[in-house]
């Protein structure tokens, strides 16, 4: 699938085939590290990356959010120090839970069957917190005349919102935020596209910002025997559905916009329909769900809870509502819109947490260095695809503290690879870590050292 570097055009000489070696070592090492939030345990795992560290040559500093929540920073120094800011590598140590039982090796076990290495954390994302070790270490080994530091940064608690991970550090560790450019999670690269074969590498400068609400609506008691007009959950469900009919507004923000006008013009839409034509866009959105995710707000009901016994009319009942803001909306008004909707004054909506994913620029050295070394690394056909992720990472607080912020895991990935995210089977092929090391590094690369 993914085939080796054709050329190399970094004056250096790097002998892939050792790093490969290294990375291969290192992320089944890495795997077998239980770091399943919760409980988190990240701290093992921030010992494991400082050790490997420390080998090259590299000191590394613990944020300890205390009960074994570790983040942690290691730094290469620019060649001269001219005051710019860093550019961060991020990536988190913790993993989301797994079933084992549809796991056909043990996921922790690293094990490598067939040149594809196996286990939670594979692609998400101790892989690319791999790529990244390698990257720090490569530019150390060889002396890169960096003209900003490189900052590896692996944080905590990812998986369950940040609070003892990225939280942390915004609150008590400012500095570690502060970067010009940061390389995180949030977009693959596909080997098929639409049923094709295809060589196409997503990077993410945005992603929808999450609005999790609790609805709740208050009514009167009763004997169920004598219905009356006042049952709070009969008031609660009827809000839901009119929220759940609420038709919203279709968007094309800037890296929706980038996606559509690449896959039109690489010959992926038919060249008779113009996806950015507002009703084309419409059609083609209500076909596929993810297309009408990163085009619209999104509403998704994910709990009620009411009642406690069959005879009995419930005086309250309360639901949550998980909702996705395109990176133009704006919450309050949509909270509003919300509440509007709803039509109902015994029915309360409460924001329960809320945060600005943003938008980082389309219009970076980043886009076009990446776009220019994904061409020249894997061949003509092959082409950077921008992308509006529906999900969120870490990168919103970086993008808060003034970063220009990417996901960019530059692997070719198949449709099923990609399903064992947060699924089962988690895995990553030896040659995608070959791969997304080398594009990374000479990303960075040429990023870092510019003026
Ligand atoms: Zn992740």
Request: hydrophobic share 45%; charged share 25%.
């Amino acid at each position: 699938m993914t085939e080796p570097i054709m050329q190399s055009l970094v004056d250096l000489t790097i002998d892939w085939n050792e790093i490969t070696e290294q990375a291969t070592s290192l992320l089944c090492d890495y795997i077998r590290i239980n770091t399943t939030n919760p409980p988190g345990g990240e701290e093992a795992g921030a010992i494991f990356l400082r050790e490997a560290l420390r080998r090259e040559g590299i000191d590394s500093t613990f944020y300890d959010a205390g009960g074994g929540r570790v983040s942690m920073s290691a730094r290469v120094p620019a060649a001269v120090n001219r005051g710019l800011k860093p550019i961060v590598l991020l990536s988190h140590i913790d993993v989301v839970p797994v079933e084992p039982e549809h796991w056909k090796v043990d996921p922790f076990s690293g094990a490598i069957i067939e040149n594809v290495i196996w286990g939670r954390g594979a692609l998400d994302m101790k892989g690319m917190g791999i790529m990244e070790l390698l990257c720090i270490a490569l530019a150390r080994r060889h002396s890169i005349p960096l003209e900003r530091d490189l900052v590896f940064v692996a944080v905590a608690d990812e998986e369950a919102g940040g609070l003892y991970g990225i939280h942390h550090l915004a609150e008590h560790h400012p500095e570690v935020l502060q970067a010009e450019y940061v390389f995180n999670e949030g977009a693959y690269g596909f080997s098929e596209f639409m049923g094709r074969e295809a060589r196409i590498v997503g990077i993410c400068p945005s992603e929808k910002s999450p609005c999790w609400l609790r609805v709740s609506a208050k009514g009167l008691p009763g004997h169920a025997s004598v219905p009356h007009d006042k049952n709070a959950l009969v008031k609660l469900v009827k809000g839901l559905a009119r929220l759940d009919a609420w038709e919203k507004r279709i968007e094309l923000t800037p890296a929706v916009d980038g996606m559509l006008r690449t896959l039109a013009q690489k010959g992926f839409v038919p060249a008779d329909l113009d996806p950015r034509d507002s009703a084309t866009l419409s059609m083609l959105a209500s076909m596929d769900a993810h297309l009408g995710a990163v085009t619209h707000d999104t509403v998704s009901i994910t709990s009620v809870h009411a009642g406690q016994k069959i005879n009995v009319i419930p005086a309250a009942a309360e639901a949550t509502v998980d909702c996705r803001l395109l990176p133009t909306t704006d919450p309050r008004a949509f909270v509003a819109e919300v509440r509007r909707v709803i039509d109902d004054p015994d029915v309360e909506v409460e924001v329960l947490y809320q945060h600005d994913s943003g938008m980082s620029s389309m219009d970076t050295p980043v886009m076009s260095i990446a776009a220019q070394v994904v061409r020249e690394k894997l061949g003509d056909d092959a082409f950077l695809m921008p992308q509006l992720s529906p999900g969120f990472t870490d990168s919103h607080a970086y993008r808060a503290a003034g970063a220009q912020a990417y996901g960019f895991t530059p692997a070719l990935l198949t449709r099923e690879e990609l399903s064992t995210i947060h699924g089962h089977n988690e895995r990553l092929s030896i040659a995608n870590l070959r791969l997304g090391t080398e594009v990374l590094f000479e990303v960075v690369r040429r990023l870092a050292c510019r003026a």
